[in-house]
């Protein structure tokens, strides 16, 4: 028996946080490289050494410490005759990047009481440098030293606020001129971004914008520093410019529109569906409905049952989607947290 292991985060994934690089986007698993132990200018080049290491040392059946447990972790026997060719693409592919997650600025212009990140988050009104390091020197790197995957590369924006990132149009740029296959938008919505616009018509786009409320007065009470009013005109503004007057006609564009459901604030039937309605009017595409795990992330393995009434909830929303013809999307995890009942 041959044993060896593969992860596809590992050979393909980034994520560049505030304080490190990592290979995963989970904090627990995985290579990761903190700044503070290392010059800022021979960061990328030890990140480097030590993911090639990683991956041979996986590849010859030893994996990274911090990665065993991982459910992304697979386990192969090369002397099995069963093991797929498919399988066996996978594991012999050059460990090219093919997905960078951009998380390595904590500015935002807005306030949402429910944000998990927010003791991280510095206000602010206007875009800015991060507090941390600049991101694009960074990317030029990787793509000179020919360690990106260009035509399956899927890009995340997430942050922060990407509206107040001062790269994040060079950002946006840089992948178009080399062609990612998809760029993701995590967005409140409060600032109209033509960047946006712009990687639409050029490729494949996911513009993800968290409303969470179905009228001004609700969305006041989790947003204190936004207006409904504007992010559904923008959101409407997205809808006419990248979806109904994008010249693309091969590539694929999704406005989605998401509602977490935070308990005691917006989650009643009314709110819910108020919501979907003006999704509807906005024009998007695709509605999302999730839940808070504030209280998970902030007592860990603490057991908490799934509001009775939340069931309903999401009877409600799959009847709606369908009646206003949006489609209407729920994480694979989230409906296997509403089948057991609980989550921790």
């Known amino acids: 028996m041959k044993k060896i292991y593969h992860c596809d985060f590992l050979n393909h994934g980034l994520h560049f946080t505030p304080d490190c690089f990592r290979c995963c986007c989970a904090p627990q698993h995985g290579l990761t490289l903190y700044l503070k132990d290392v010059a800022r200018e021979d960061a990328f080049k030890v990140f480097q050494k030590e993911r090639q290491i990683t991956i041979e040392n996986t590849k010859n059946g030893s994996p990274h410490p911090d990665c065993l447990g991982c459910i992304y972790l697979k386990e192969y026997d090369l002397d099995d005759e069963t093991l797929s060719s498919e399988i066996l693409e996978k594991i012999h592919k050059p460990p090219l990047i093919d997905y960078i997650i951009i998380n390595h600025f904590k500015h935002c212009d807005c306030n949402c009481i429910y944000c998990s990140q927010g003791v991280y988050l510095k206000k602010v009104s206007e875009p800015q440098k991060s507090d941390y390091y600049d991101l694009l020197p960074i990317i030029k790197d990787f793509y000179a030293e020919n360690l990106v995957d260009e035509k399956n590369l899927t890009v995340e924006f997430q942050g922060g606020s990407i509206a107040m990132l001062d790269e994040f149009e060079a950002l946006t740029d840089i992948f178009l001129e080399h062609n990612a296959h998809k760029i993701m938008f995590y967005t409140n919505g409060l600032k109209y971004m033509p960047s946006i616009v712009k990687a639409s018509h050029q490729t494949n786009c996911m513009v993800i914008c968290s409303v969470d409320a179905g009228t001004p ?35 694929y564009t999704d406005i989605n529109a998401k509602y977490i459901l935070i308990q005691g604030i917006n989650d009643s039937p009314d709110e819910l569906e108020s919501f979907l309605t003006a999704a509807a009017k906005a024009g998007v595409n695709m509605v999302q409905l999730d839940m808070d795990f504030r209280k998970v992330m902030i007592n ?28 209407g999307f729920i994480w694979e995890y989230i409906e296997g947290i509403l089948a057991k009942g609980y989550f921790e």
Not at 223 to 251: H, Q, R, W
Not at 304 to 318: A, M, N, T
Request: charged fraction near 30%; aromatic fraction near 16%; include cysteine.
């Open 217 to 251: 007065e609700t969305f006041k009470k989790l947003k204190p520093a936004g207006d409904f009013d504007t992010v559904m005109e923008n959101l409407a503004k997205y809808s006419k410019y990248c979806l109904k007057e994008n010249p693309i006609t091969t590539g």
């Open 300 to 327: 860990k393995g603490v057991h908490y049952d799934i509001p009775k009434h939340y069931y309903e909830l999401f009877d409600l929303f799959r009847e709606k989607t369908a009646e206003l013809g949006l489609y």
